[in-house]
């Protein structure tokens, strides 16, 4: 069965720091894999996603994710945070088949430090 | 509208009361999701419906729960009974086609509190 597990649940980091957010799914076959943010007050939005191709993906607000099939992982970066980065997000997960819902992360709620 | 909209934002209502939430989706988008979100929880599927097709119902908790929805437009997701557990943030989303790369586009929520 599909699955996504975001190990992280809540990640602190400054402004102006590095981030990386982990993902790691379990599918049997090649896996369309998303990335979407939720801003307080505000509806979840897709950053970014994958379903073939480069394996190195780019999204909106300077977003990347990484799809490694060796890793089973499909890791969030972004090479500096800005404080209006703070959100919670969430990895999911989805397939080609005639199966449309897609299995989500728990989330990880990231805070920045001025 | 220029996104999802949904109503109402709040509904805090008694237990055993029936309650109605509703989503107007982007105008063209022809999938429509319904999802539940609980405190410190992922998103929960509960139903899907694209176009004409018989929507995929698979994902509701109980038969307390029903949703539907009106050509490619408006959705109602109604839950009867309410119980505690039903308290949780409802979410919809539409989506362009049935593809699985599809981006959803996710309305704000309502914030459903059963007392």
């Known amino acids: 069965a599909q699955s996504v597990t975001q190990p992280d649940i809540h990640i602190t980091v400054s402004e102006g720091a590095s981030l990386e957010l982990r993902c790691n799914y379990s599918?049997?076959?090649?896996?369309?894999l998303f990335w979407y943010v939720q801003s307080p007050g505000q509806g979840l939005q897709l950053l970014l996603k994958?379903?073939?191709?480069d394996t190195l993906v780019q999204g909106i607000k300077g977003f990347e994710a990484e799809f490694k099939r060796s890793q089973s992982s499909f890791n969030l970066r972004k090479p500096s945070v800005h404080w209006s980065d703070a959100a919670e997000y969430f990895c999911?997960?989805?397939?080609?088949?005639?199966?449309?819902?897609?299995?989500w992360g728990l989330g990880t709620s990231l805070a920045v430090n001025p | 509208g220029a996104g999802v909209s949904q109503s109402p934002s709040n509904k805090v209502t008694e237990k055993g009361k029936d309650v109605e939430l509703r989503c107007d989706p982007i105008?063209?988008?022809?999938?429509l999701y319904w999802y539940r979100q609980s405190l410190g929880q992922g998103l929960e599927f509960l139903i899907y419906?694209?176009?004409?097709?018989?929507?995929?119902k698979s994902g509701l908790p109980s038969d307390r729960f029903s949703a539907e929805r009106t050509g490619e437009s408006v959705s109602t997701l109604t839950i009867q009974r309410t119980q505690q557990e039903d308290s949780a943030v409802y979410l919809c989303?539409?989506?362009?086609?049935?593809?699985?790369?599809?981006?959803?586009?996710f309305g704000p929520g309502t914030r459903l509190t059963v007392l």
């Open positions: 989303a539409g989506a362009t086609g049935t593809l699985g790369t599809d981006t959803q586009y």
């Open positions: 105008s063209g988008h022809t999938a």
């Open positions: 419906f694209q176009g004409n097709s018989a929507p995929d």
């Open positions: 599918y049997g076959a090649t896996p369309y």
């Open positions: 994958y379903f073939s191709g």
């Open positions: 999911a997960v989805g397939n080609a088949g005639n199966n449309r819902k897609l299995i």
